[in-house]
């Protein structure tokens, strides 16, 4: 546990969770792989920041106020060019609290699901499924303790009823399950190293194309 870690973690408390930009530099702090991104406040801020990332750029707003982003229309994906980077900045600003917003590159793949609870009698508890915004419809997911290895990993995935999304369907390529499977092993360990200073950790979606995983979102409940 880095002591920049702990310090992301203890200056989150007053709200309970930890902010999107907050959380990627916790997840990369403890080895985890995560898309550059930057968090901006101003105009010019964007506007190096797209400089710096290239376009096309996924957008999300940083508020404590804010904590399912989505369902305020608090996400911006597929942002193509300055003009549409400004307005979108300058409605994210106007939210609740807001601090401004996340910008990353926009990543593809199928949306997966990685996350871990800490129970009080087992300790950390890692799930993987099929993710995004459908996840508590579907509710298709594999629950392990952790820490996992990759052949674990791999095991649980592919006993996912969607499993056919990830390794090949109707002509679509495979994503990189052997990367997938490294990453939710390597999360288990994260998992374990954080123990019951979190209640739970949801890394969603985590993009799986067939060049490797993209880590898109992540929220740390205190």
């Not at 203890?10 to 709200?15: D, L, M, T, V, Y």
């Not at 920041?49 to 750029?57: E, V, Y």
């Not at 609290?97 to 009080?120: A, C, L, N, P, T």
């Not at 052949?151 to 995935?157: L, N, S, Y």
Request: hydrophobic share 50%; aromatic share 4%.
């Amino acid at each position: 546990m880095t002591p920049r870690t702990l310090q992301i973690i203890e200056s989150s408390r007053p709200a309970g969770w930890v902010l999107e930009p907050l959380a990627k530099e916790l997840l990369r702090e403890q080895g985890l792989p995560v898309p550059a991104g930057r968090w901006v406040r101003t105009p010019q801020e964007a506007e190096e920041a797209a400089l710096a990332l290239g376009f096309p750029l996924a957008a999300k707003v940083v508020s404590p106020a804010v904590l399912h982003k989505s369902d305020v229309g608090g996400v911006a994906l597929h942002v193509a060019d300055s003009g549409r980077l400004k307005s979108v900045l300058e409605a994210f600003l106007a939210m609740e609290k807001s601090e401004g917003m996340y910008v990353e590159r926009m990543g593809s793949g199928v949306e997966v699901i990685v996350g871990s609870r800490f129970d009080r009698q087992f300790g950390p508890i890692v799930l993987v499924g099929l993710g995004g915004t459908s996840v508590e419809i579907y509710k298709d997911v594999a629950i392990r303790m952790a820490p996992l290895d990759a052949a674990q990993a791999r095991e649980a995935i592919l006993g996912l009823k969607g499993a056919r999304l990830l390794t090949g369907y109707r002509g679509k390529p495979a994503a990189d399950l052997e990367a997938l499977a490294g990453f939710v092993a390597a999360f288990s360990e994260v998992a374990m190293a954080l123990g019951d200073r979190i209640e739970s950790v949801d890394l969603n979606p985590v993009l799986c194309s067939p060049t490797g995983v993209t880590l898109a979102d992540a929220r740390i409940m205190l």
